[in-house]
């Protein structure tokens, strides 16, 4: 009697295939040789980490934005803030991930606002995962969300499709392998903040040294109940050690003092109103000349020759800067006001918004190290220049130098 369901009986007697399928190579080698461009794969170009420690959750990123084969931004910011307790790092197009995160974020506002609660990890991850998935990957956003919310500490992944996962410790991103070993080898439980840390920068240094993607600096993110710690630029594994004889000169604007130049290594800090630069005591005109001759058969030693060293300290030395008495509070504050009513004028629109903002931070960051700093003037002792300041970071032996970016003007050399 033969089956009703003669398919079904092919179906089940057809031997079952194990592995890759490749059945459509040969179809999509014919529809190129038609012309057809079939879809390529395209690079995160970053490494984005996270992972949980006994506290808390630690997250960390490079700095490295690039297009294509080129390195169009070498501090970008890929840690976004989606609540207080939660933050998110991002791979990907660069304007997806922030889009994505900006609306995740404005939507948690409005969540804590309806109920005046806190805001919840899995809220965050909801949003996202729902929002990407809707778009069936055409959003470009791989992301590594953590935060702490009353159910302890969380850490998801969160791919572009919407898949997500959740673990202990995650990489994504083009350097996430090279991360992934680096976890992989060292992690444990209950490590402490510093532990954590530590270990977040070794996998993003990792990255940085192992994927073309990926360089520039290591940005971390410390969440705890109660409190986050944005460290950013928090190891700076790539300084620039090379720099061209003819480079830059930075001139106080006011007097023409010149006070700096870009032999010199500098880090922008409150938000770009100062710039930071690391001096070093060094020794000037001892003379140690070696010509490889027998002192013996010269005689007695050069009488004519003066081997009085003295100790510097190189930025000082090199630019003639004087040192002015210290300042108090109140002599500090009428300074201030003071340079800033001078400088504002000689600002463009766009840098006078800028300095306006950010000002009133650098003062008070300057304020919080007033006992410690020392104050410098351009040779001209000019009233209206710009001050200089200096001063030893805990444990240092040699000064940190602090200008206002904006009281400088660059010439070429």
């Avoid at 890929?78 to 900006?102: F, L, Q, R, S």
């Avoid at 003092?257 to 690391?278: P, Q």
């Avoid at 007033?370 to 040779?379: I, N, S």
Wanted: with cysteine.
């Amino acid at each position: 009697m033969e089956s009703i369901f003669p398919m079904a009986r092919l179906a089940a007697d057809a031997p079952t295939k194990g592995g890759f399928s490749f059945d459509l190579c040969q179809r999509n080698e014919m529809l190129l040789k038609k012309g057809m461009h079939l879809p390529t794969f395209r690079k995160t170009g970053t490494t984005i980490v996270g992972l949980v420690f006994q506290d808390g959750v630690i997250l960390g990123a490079d700095t490295r934005a690039t297009e294509g084969p080129i390195v169009a931004d070498k501090n970008c910011e890929k840690i976004h803030y989606m609540a207080p307790n939660i933050y998110c790092c991002g791979a990907g197009t660069a304007a997806d991930t922030e889009a994505v995160t900006d609306m995740v974020s404005s939507q948690l506002q409005l969540h804590r606002y309806a109920t005046g609660r806190e805001s919840r990890v899995v809220t965050a991850l909801t949003l996202l995962k729902s929002h990407l998935f809707s778009y069936q990957g055409h959003v470009s956003a791989a992301l590594v969300l953590g935060g702490v919310d009353v159910t302890g500490p969380h850490l998801h992944t969160v791919y572009p499709h919407g898949s997500t996962d959740t673990l202990p410790f995650a990489t994504m991103g083009s350097g996430s392998l090279a991360a992934m070993a680096v976890f992989e080898s060292k992690f444990r439980e209950g490590l402490t903040k510093e532990e954590g840390i530590i270990l977040v920068s070794e996998a993003i240094c990792s990255g940085i040294f192992n994927d073309l993607g990926s360089g520039s600096n290591v940005d971390v993110c410390v969440i705890t109940k109660g409190h986050t710690e944005y460290l950013r630029n928090h190891q700076l594994p790539n300084p620039r050690t090379y720099v061209s004889s003819r480079g830059y000169n930075f001139v106080k604007g006011h007097t023409g003092d010149e006070l700096l130049s870009d032999s010199f290594l500098c880090k922008e800090i409150e938000n770009g109103m100062l710039w930071e630069v690391e001096g070093k005591w060094v020794v000037k005109g001892a003379v140690d000349v070696d010509i490889g001759a027998n002192p013996s058969a010269e005689g007695g030693e050069d009488e004519g020759v003066d081997d009085t060293a003295t100790k510097v300290v190189d930025i000082v030395d090199t630019f003639r800067l004087q040192e002015q008495p210290a300042f108090d509070k109140k002599q500090f504050v009428t300074y201030i006001k003071r340079y800033i009513k001078l400088l504002t004028p000689k600002l463009d629109e766009e840098k006078q918004e800028l300095f306006k903002k950010h000002i009133e931070g650098a003062t008070k960051f300057l304020l919080s190290k007033l006992k410690d700093l020392q104050f410098f003037v351009g040779e001209s002792m000019h009233d209206d220049g710009s001050l200089v300041f200096a001063y030893y970071k805990d444990g240092a032996t040699d000064p940190t130098f602090l200008y206002f970016a904006c009281g400088l003007k660059e010439i070429k050399c």
